[in-house]
DNA sequence: TATGAATGACAAGTCACTTGTCATATGGGG
DNA sequence: CCCCATATGACAAGTGACTTGTCATTCATA
């Protein structure tokens, strides 16, 4: 106990923490919501939906790492279900805005309902500060992640 | 501020930020290591070697979420590649062991040196004491997440 | 009004896995 | 000592979540 730790050793750690975490968040996840095809991308899409209003394709995949294309085939599914709908856009013909029927938004909220529920009953000894503490100390690495000046020492070498 | 937070949106927070960092990561890390294919699953059994020493292909899969026979072809390309080697094992004639060759424990040390000199490099504000607690909070989270007790709500309802 | 970028649709390919099967080995109870 | 459930390696096929590429249409702008 009490040992000095390096800097890129704590690091290494928080990043392991997040790699095995997020693994068994996966899991997790899985058991959560069944075998319904809801989890992973279309649920995600749902969520961008709900927080910031209707979108086209191409303004739903620029928030999120993953190819416009694929942004368009989860929605397409989302149209066939009914989760969503398309609405003429002004500022645009062809692009039309992609929004959450009412299906959609009931789907989105109960799924949202049901992991916060169940996070409640988690058995954490950590207390709320210390799990916002927590939760900064990502978010802060994460932006040091995308840091242009750091990124560029990469290719380095 | 200061505004009281309720627990399961702390917990979320974290939630969230594990998802996040994790795709950063995963950008990150491919950019790291280049094109080469000693990322992602190598990666972790030449780890796996380096840190618990020589084990078969079973127990090296007992060890993580994955299927065994996927880890028979991540063994089998590192002994293509000579970065393993099989070893008699004692107490099992079919079941050899996986060792380490000199080029394999060269290969992970040295993608663990630049992994950590990297990440020395980071612009981070946060002081160890705080990757500290964040890893551990992490940890204890991970913890939370395989309690039986609470896996078993999960399909109640 | 010509031109290049954005968009939707579709196709094919990739990556990291899983599941299934089979032959051979092993180890523990009868 | 033999039998059988289980473990292992090898192989094959399938899957989910993506990417890349292409094309025709539509838009923005110089």
Same sequence: chains 1, 2.
Avoid: C, Y
């Avoid at 899991?27 to 075998?35: D, P």
């Avoid at 191409?58 to 999120?64: Q, T, V």
Wanted: cysteine-free; proline content about 4%; hydrophobic content about 40%.
């Amino acid at each position: 106990m009490g040992r000095r730790v390096p800097r890129e050793v704590a690091v290494t750690r928080v990043v392991d923490g997040v790699r095995s975490l997020f693994h068994e968040l996966k899991a997790v996840a899985q058991e959560v919501h069944g075998g319904s095809p809801f989890a992973g991308g279309r649920r995600g899409v749902l969520l961008n939906l709900l927080e910031d209003g209707d979108q086209t394709v191409p303004e739903l995949a620029r928030r999120r790492p993953v190819s416009r294309q694929h942004i368009q085939v989860l929605v397409n599914e989302l149209l066939r279900d009914g989760l969503v709908v398309r609405k003429v856009n002004p500022a645009h013909r062809r692009s039309r805005l992609v929004s959450l029927t009412s299906d959609g938004r009931r789907t989105i909220t109960a799924m949202l309902e049901r992991e916060k529920k169940l996070l409640r009953g988690l058995h954490l000894e950590a207390e709320v500060p210390q799990l916002l503490a927590a939760a900064e100390v990502l978010k802060e690495l994460r932006a040091a992640l995308r840091d242009p000046e750091w990124r560029a020492t990469l290719t380095e070498t």
